[in-house]
């Protein structure tokens, strides 16, 4: 079934006001067991991190355990169906994010529809990318990027961690948008990669500053710009590539959902919880030396981003031809 823009947003925002059909078990107050939080990907990731960072600070407030739980494979697909099947009682938590927008064109078939079967609930944070170049390649603005990528197309390699990953679609969008012409090679993981990119196998990629600073401050890579919108505070004299192609961003975000038909006062108190949780200054340091900024916001606003991206990233996908491995 196909969903157009303005129903799409409908069913997101809708399924975080749902009329409440029952109140809390046994009218205990809510939480009254453990919650887990079900994440896509495997130990040691963002969405790990973030979730046990945000975890531990909601059990220590809400007094009970937020317990982690990896349901890595297809993409995260795993984890939301999981979510998905879950009862709506507000006790299984997805850590769910750009791969799950992604993922709603990328795959063809699907056992769920996130937008229409996950309801939001806050965003929690985003985190930037680098564009990145092998210290050899003769470039070293975005426009040199782009006039030697003229000058030779088809012989520069841009490196991903995978196809359909969001790096990929990052590099994907900054080829459309500056009209050239570079051949994808997706590995499988992003440490590969790297170590390719390093040793000048491949020349170019897109990756979370999380995972590619510490190659950049060490003069094995050189940064070329930052994803986001802004200039990041941890790297200030790195130009972003909307300074050079108007209107390119992207971000990888993360937030929290719940299955659809969760009644409406807990999704209400868990945005209240997770908002307090990153005004925190403790834990916003904590998130932000993991390379993330906090996002928060209501669930309304989630559902908005996961609208927007949904719709931008489809766009990458269709005009890509991008296909999963």
């Known amino acids: 079934m196909k969903f157009s823009r303005r129903n ?41 991190i973030i979730s046990r960072l945000l975890g531990q600070w909601l059990a220590e407030r809400l007094g009970q355990q937020f317990v982690v739980e ?28 750009l791969p799950n927008a992604i993922n709603a064109t990328l795959y063809e078939k699907l056992n769920f529809n996130f937008i229409r079967d996950i309801a939001p609930v806050a965003g929690v944070v985003s985190t930037v990318n680098l564009l990145l170049v092998n210290p050899a390649l003769p470039v070293k603005t975005v426009p040199d990027l782009i006039v030697y990528a003229k000058s030779n197309p088809g012989k520069l390699n841009m490196a991903s961690p995978g196809s359909g990953s969001a790096p990929h679609l990052a590099g994907e969008l900054f080829k459309i948008m500056a009209a050239v012409d570079m051949v994808h090679v997706p590995y499988r993981g992003a440490g590969l990669a790297l170590t390719d990119l390093m040793g000048g196998q491949v020349q170019v990629m897109t990756l979370s500053m999380l995972a590619s600073i510490e190659h950049v401050r060490a003069g094995k890579l050189r940064a070329l710009a930052v994803t986001s919108a ?23 975000w993360w937030g929290i959902g719940v299955p659809r038909g969760t009644p409406a006062e807990i999704i209400d108190q868990l ?47 269709r005009t890509a031809r991008i296909k999963p491995e």
Not at 79 to 92: H, L, Q, R
Request: zero cysteines; a negative charge; glycine letters at 12%.
């Open 8 to 48: 799409l947003l409908q069913l997101a925002m809708g399924a975080a006001a749902l009329p409440i059909a029952w109140q809390t078990v046994t009218g205990q107050a809510y939480p009254a067991r453990p919650v887990r939080i079900v994440a896509g990907f495997g130990p040691g990731g963002a969405p790990d």
């Open 70 to 97: 990896i349901r890595s494979g297809a993409g995260s697909n795993i984890a939301v169906e999981t979510v998905v099947k879950s009862p709506p009682d507000g006790y299984t938590l997805l850590m769910g994010g």
């Open 230 to 252: 802004v200039r990041s505070n941890v790297l200030p004299d790195v130009p972003t590539v909307a300074e050079f192609l108007t209107g390119y961003e992207a971000t990888t």
């Open 271 to 317: 945005n209240r919880a997770i908002n307090a949780a990153l005004a925190d200054p403790k834990l916003k340091k904590r998130l932000e030396d993991e390379g993330a900024s906090v996002l928060g916001g209501s669930p309304g606003e989630f559902a908005k981003l996961i609208v927007d991206e949904t719709e931008k990233w489809g766009n990458v996908i």
